[in-house]
Nanobody
């Protein structure tokens, strides 16, 4: 029953920071073994996992984007955020937030992303 919804500007200028918010409904962001990810999709690259925040607050990010990506959360609002610095036109994509599970034996990256937001198109252009 968990629901996720992305929000933020649909247009960002080159060199600026792309910031998006994912609002979670029906499940607490701190629920045990819940992990919250950002994924993007473009014709050029397909689906690309960007990073995640765990229920504990631990942060994970793609090695290819680590220098530009920051993931954060606001537990009081049941939200987590994506910040992508120094954007270029190739960062134009549909951005999704999604949830996956895990356990003490199975890391979350071995579990499916079983709940997704509808996605939001972000265009990088001057």
């Amino acid at each position: 029953q968990v629901q996720l919804q992305e929000s933020g500007p649909g247009l960002v200028k080159p060199s600026q920071t792309l910031s998006l918010t994912c609002t979670i409904s029906n499940v607490s962001i701190t629920s045990a073994y819940h992990y919250w990810s950002w994924i993007r999709q473009s014709p050029e690259k397909g689906l690309e996992w960007m990073g995640a925040v765990a229920y504990s607050g631990s942060i994970y990010s793609s090695s290819s984007l680590a220098s530009r990506v920051a993931i954060s959360r606001d537990t009081s609002k049941n939200q987590f955020m994506l910040h992508l610095k120094s954007v270029i036109s190739e960062d134009t994509a549909i951005y999704y937030c999604a949830k996956s599970g895990g356990s003490s034996r199975v890391p979350f990256w071995d579990n499916p992303l079983d709940a997704w937001g509808q996605g939001t198109l972000v265009t990088v252009s001057s």
